[in-house]
Structures are given as structure tokens and as C-alpha cells.
């Protein structure tokens, strides 16, 4: 509701985003570890070991996102520092 009703106010657009976020991130971690916790004994294990996969696959997803997010930054910059000094034909 905050992000939809931000037309010219950036911080009701901010505000959404966190809240999504932590909504979201709360979520998302929050559901295994409560699985985890109320399983029997017989399944425990192996419910810790999917949530311990779960969390590394997360986390490498991130760690995979903010690579490429930087290396995609670099060349727009690198591309726009080589047209703004004349050394790229345009």
C-alpha cells in the first residue's frame, strides 16, 4: 500500500521496501527453523540438514546476485567513462 500510493513521495516508497523486505526475509528464514524445532526426533536430523542446504543455497544465490550486480556496473561505467573521453567511436 506505502509503494503503490508513493507517486512524487520517496519515503512511502522506502518505507514499503522495508517492510516488504523484512516481511519477506522474516519469512523465509523464519519457516524452516520453526519446522525444525517442532519435528519429532526421527526426522530432526534430517530436516536441519535441508535447512542448513536451504540456508547455503540462499546465501550463495545472494553472493551470485551482488557479483553480478557489480561486474554489470563496471562496464556501464567503463563504458560510459570511454565514450564521455572521446576514445570510442560513436
Known amino acids: 500500500m506505502l509503494e503503490t500510493n508513493a507517486r512524487s513521495d520517496l519515503g512511502g516508497l522506502y518505507g514499503g521496501c522495508v517492510l516488504t523486505g523484512s516481511g519477506a526475509s522474516g519469512a523465509s528464514n523464519l519457516t524452516p ?11 530432526a536430523r534430517s530436516l536441519v540438514t535441508f535447512v542448513g542446504l536451504y540456508e547455503f543455497r540462499w546465501q550463495a544465490g545472494g553472493l551470485v546476485g551482488f557479483w553480478i550486480n557489480v561486474n554489470d556496473y563496471l562496464l556501464v561505467e567503463a563504458a560510459r567513462f570511454l565514450t564521455d573521453n572521446g576514445t570510442v567511436w560513436h
Open 33 to 43: 527453523i520453526y519446522i525444525s524445532e517442532i519435528a519429532p526426533l526421527t526426522i
